[in-house]
Every structure is written in structure tokens, then in C-alpha cells.
């Protein structure tokens, strides 16, 4: 007989969501446990998925809308966003990696929060939250 799953396979991840100019939503993940849910059970094929570059960090998605693809100032706000939950925060110019979700899994039996991404897009921005950058998405 299977063991029941753990309360931490059930319930909903933990985010933070922060709308954007246009209708746009980015969702971040608050722990390793709830970067998983989001990147690997959440996640839409067509979200885009986001994570600085070479240290600890939140998962970031950009939900997608159905007919529209985000410009290159919405993309760079949303990594902006992930470069803020990160270990780089207080940073200058951040590399921030972004790919479509469809593109991210998870290696068998690895930690929570680790995953692997193909067809990667580098971003540099500086770490900021939306309300950060007054009426413009942060660059």
C-alpha cells in the first residue's frame, strides 16, 4: 500500500503575485517546496519561467494570455521581479535566466527547487518590484 501523499504535495504553493501593465500577472514562489509546485505543477506550457543566474532564488512566472505574446519590457519586468526574490537583490545589473515553462523539468530524485531549463533567454536587469518603477514596467 502507497504512503499518503505529504501535506506538502497537496496543498497550493505559496506566491507572491504582482499584476503588471496590460493585464499581466507574475507569480513567485515563496520556498524551495513552492518552487517546485509553481515551475512543475502550476506552470502552463506557454508561461514564461524565470531565475537568476548561479544563486538562490524564487521561480518566477509570467502567466501567459491567450492571442498575446509580452512584449520585451513585460519579459524584463517579470525577471526583474526574480532577480528582487533572489540572493542578488541588492545588486546592480542582474542575469536573470527566462524560458517558456514547457521547457523546464525537474532531474529525477533531485532537491527541491532544482530544475533544468533549455532554450534559455538572458536578461540583465535590476532587481525591482512593479511598484518600484512608477507607471512603467521595471526595466
Known amino acids: 500500500m502507497a504512503a499518503p501523499p505529504s501535506r506538502n504535495d497537496t496543498q497550493s504553493p505559496r506566491v507572491w503575485e504582482y499584476p503588471l501593465p496590460g493585464g499581466w500577472v507574475v507569480l513567485a514562489g515563496r520556498t524551495d517546496g513552492d518552487n517546485d509546485r509553481l515551475s512543475l505543477a502550476v506552470a502552463h506550457p506557454d508561461d514564461w519561467w524565470f531565475h537568476v543566474r548561479g544563486m538562490p532564488g524564487s521561480h518566477v512566472l509570467l502567466?501567459?494570455?491567450?492571442?498575446?505574446?509580452?512584449?520585451?519590457?513585460?519579459?524584463?519586468?517579470?525577471?526583474?521581479?526574480?532577480?528582487y526574490h533572489s540572493k542578488a537583490r541588492k545588486g546592480g545589473w542582474v542575469a536573470v535566466s527566462g524560458t517558456l515553462a514547457r521547457h523546464v523539468s525537474k532531474p529525477r530524485g533531485a532537491p527541491p527547487g532544482t530544475v533544468?531549463?533549455?532554450r534559455e533567454t538572458l536578461f540583465k536587469v535590476r532587481p525591482a518590484l512593479p511598484q518600484e518603477c512608477g507607471p512603467l514596467p521595471c526595466p
Not at 72 to 79: F, G, I, M, V
Open 63 to 83: 502567466r501567459a494570455r491567450e492571442g498575446i505574446q509580452p512584449d520585451r519590457r513585460t519579459l524584463e519586468s517579470a525577471a526583474a521581479i526574480a532577480a
Open 116 to 118: 533544468v531549463i533549455r
